[in-house]
């Protein structure tokens, strides 16, 4: 079983940046941030693997970076360059897949979730 305990979350003006952090129980290989606006379907944003790999969505490459600490079994979510379109609630997740080697943004493949942090841009 693994428990996972999101913060970081908050509002913030275009342009601002945020930290979302993500505590996670028990073994964690890939992990994912995911987020789900209003009227929307939930969707990967960055994931990463035991290695520290990761692979981010378009919708955010050059502005979100995800990290991890393994030591405190930790992930994060830096976001830059925020726009009102990043309004959503952030998810964290753990694959169920066991390979310290894999990742993925397809929400199916997790199935250990947090409870999210809201995430608000706006002038």
């Known amino acids: 079983q693994v428990q996972l305990a999101e913060s970081g979350g908050g509002s913030v003006q275009p342009g601002g940046s945020l930290t979302l952090s993500c505590a996670a129980s028990?073994?964690?290989?890939?992990m994912g941030w995911f987020r789900q606006a209003p009227g929307k379907e939930r969707e990967g944003v960055a994931t990463?693997?035991?290695?520290?790999?990761?692979m981010s969505a378009d919708s955010v490459k050059g502005r979100f970076i995800i990290s991890r600490n393994n030591a405190n079994n930790t992930v994060y979510l830096q976001m830059n360059n925020l726009k009102p379109e990043d309004t959503a609630m952030y998810y964290c997740?753990?694959?169920?897949?066991?390979?310290?080697?894999?990742?993925?943004?397809?929400?199916?493949?997790?199935?250990?979730w947090g409870q999210g942090t809201q995430v608000t841009v706006s002038t």
């Open positions: 990463i693997n035991s290695v520290s790999t990761s």
């Open positions: 028990g073994y964690t290989a890939c």
């Open positions: 997740a753990v694959s169920r897949r066991r390979d310290y080697l894999y990742l993925s943004l397809i929400q199916d493949e997790y199935n250990y």
